[in-house]
């Protein structure tokens, strides 16, 4: 649904629908919704989830490669190629609420994918871009969930 301009995203997660809804909107592509997973070993973060648009270069533009491939008799698994040294933005909307007075807040880093991880061996979801940040983060502390990468470097848009 995303790489036809229908925002959707799993879980009823408002702040994660706000967020493909603003990408959608202001760049024109949809963002991997994904869950980050730190890797203390190398201060990167590892974005994984069971699904990823492929028009990440813009709705216009070729979809990004992925492989089928049949694990069991019934499961499928698609395994999408993000590109590596591919600029990214992270992006993740934290709706308020009115009645403790919490702002809203949008939280944005940029860094590049370093690799996708193969799945199996490695485990998680079938989708899971390794990412570094720019700039000095606590990987431990990375904030969000269900956050958004796109394609771009957007953190001054």
């Known amino acids: 649904m995303n790489d036809d301009r229908i925002p959707a995203i799993c879980e009823a997660d408002t702040g994660a629908i706000a ?27 590892i974005g994984a989830h069971c699904s990823c648009p492929t028009r990440l270069n813009g709705f216009n533009m070729p979809p990004e490669p992925f492989d089928l491939r049949i694990i069991m008799v019934t499961v499928m ?9 591919q600029r990214i933005t992270c992006m993740d909307f934290l709706p ?4 403790d007075q919490k702002l809203s807040q949008m939280l944005i880093s940029v860094g590049s994918v370093i690799e996708n ?18 700039g000095v983060h606590e990987v431990l502390t ?9 394609y771009g ?3 001054n848009e």
Not at 33 to 41: I, K, R
Not at 77 to 85: K, R
Not at 96 to 99: A, C, H, P, R
Not at 142 to 150: A, E, Y
């Open 19 to 45: 967020s493909q809804i603003i990408v959608q909107y202001l760049f024109d592509r949809p963002g991997f919704q994904q869950d980050p997973v730190a890797d203390t070993s190398d201060d990167t973060i």
């Open 77 to 85: 698994q698609y395994s999408y190629n993000l590109e590596s040294g």
């Open 96 to 99: 308020g609420n009115g009645e």
């Open 117 to 134: 991880m193969k799945v199996p061996p490695s485990g998680g979801c079938v989708v899971s871009v390794k990412a570094k940040f720019d």
């Open 142 to 150: 990375f904030p969000g969930f269900h956050q958004l990468f796109f």
């Open 153 to 155: 470097d957007y953190k």
